[in-house]
C-alpha cells in the first residue's frame, strides 16, 4: 500500500469524528454564511445556462444508466436541476443556501418544472436508502474539507440505488486570485473580502477515485479547462 492509500485510509476511519467536529467550528460557520452571503446578492434567478463542454454528457450518462430520480448536490439556484428536469428527469436539488433554493423555485415555477429543493447541508445528508438512481455534483466537492467530502460521498452511495450513478464535475483548484490560509487537511480557506470564509479544496485524481472507494469508476477525464468529469457506478 502506498503512503496515500494509507493517509485516505486513516482519513476515512477518521472522517466521521473529524466532520462533526468541523461542522461545530466557528471555520465552518463562516465558510457557510460565505454561501448565504453570495446567494443573498441575487434577487432573481440566472437563467441563462452555462456553456460547458460537458453538460450534454450528464443527460447521456444517466440516460444510459437507466436512472430517472436525481439528486443535485449543492444544486445552488438550480441551473442543472432545470437542464434535467426539461430533460424528463425527477429531480432533487439540495443546498445550504436557502434563499438561492426559493430562486431555483421560482425558475421551476417559470417553467412549470416540478423540481423539489430541499434545505441542507452535504456533511448531513437528510435522505434514505435507495432514494435516488444517481446524483450530479458539479463544482461542490472541493468545496468541502476532505472529512466532509468522505462523509458525503459515504453516504451517497446508500442514498442511490444498488448499481446507482455518480456524476461529477470537479473544477481546478488554486489558480484563481484570493488570499487564504490553509487548513491542515489542504483546505483554503478564503480571507479577502470578496471570498470571506469560502472553503476550496484540490482533490487530486487519486483522492477522487478514493472517494469514490466501494463505486466503479467507469469515466475519469481531465477537461481543456483543467476540470476532472468523473462518472461512476455503486
Ligand atoms: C460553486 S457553487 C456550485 C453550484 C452549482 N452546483 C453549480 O454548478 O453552479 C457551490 C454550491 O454549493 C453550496 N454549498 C457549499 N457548501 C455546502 C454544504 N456544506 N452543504 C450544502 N451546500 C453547500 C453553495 O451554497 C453553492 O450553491
Same mark, same amino acid.
Given at each position: 500500500m502506498t503512503a496515500d492509500k494509507t493517509a485516505i485510509n486513516e482519513a476515512m476511519n477518521e472522517a466521521p469524528d473529524k466532520a462533526n467536529k468541523l461542522r461545530a467550528s466557528d471555520v465552518y460557520r463562516e465558510n457557510l454564511q460565505f454561501w448565504h452571503q453570495a446567494w443573498g446578492?441575487? @434577487?432573481?434567478?440566472? @437563467?441563462k445556462m452555462p456553456e460547458l463542454e460537458y453538460l450534454p454528457w450528464i443527460p447521456e450518462r444517466l440516460k444510459a444508466a437507466s436512472a430517472e430520480r436525481i439528486l443535485d448536490l449543492g444544486?445552488? !439556484?438550480g441551473w442543472l436541476s432545470v437542464f434535467l428536469a426539461r430533460e424528463g428527469f425527477k429531480v432533487t436539488g439540495i443546498d445550504v443556501a436557502g434563499h438561492a433554493l426559493d430562486l431555483g423555485r421560482q425558475w421551476a415555477e417559470m417553467e412549470g418544472l416540478n423540481i423539489k429543493f430541499d434545505a441542507g447541508d452535504l456533511g448531513d445528508l437528510p435522505y434514505a436508502d435507495n432514494s435516488f438512481d444517481a446524483v450530479v455534483a458539479n463544482s461542490?466537492?472541493?468545496?468541502?474539507?476532505l472529512s466532509l467530502a468522505l462523509v458525503a460521498m459515504s453516504r451517497l452511495k446508500s442514498a442511490v440505488k444498488p448499481g446507482g450513478t455518480f456524476i461529477g464535475c470537479f473544477d481546478k483548484v488554486g489558480t484563481g486570485p484570493g488570499e487564504y490560509y490553509k487548513l491542515e487537511d489542504g483546505t483554503q480557506v478564503y480571507t479577502d473580502k !470578496?471570498?470571506?470564509g469560502m472553503m476550496l479544496r484540490y482533490f487530486p485524481d487519486e483522492e477522487i477515485r478514493e472517494l469514490l472507494t466501494?463505486?466503479? &469508476? &467507469?469515466e475519469l477525464k481531465t477537461l481543456d479547462s483543467g476540470s476532472r468529469f468523473v462518472v461512476a457506478h455503486t
Open positions: 446578492m441575487c @434577487t432573481k434567478p440566472y @437563467t444544486c445552488g !439556484s461542490i466537492i472541493e468545496h468541502l474539507p !470578496s471570498r470571506k466501494g463505486w466503479e &469508476v &467507469v
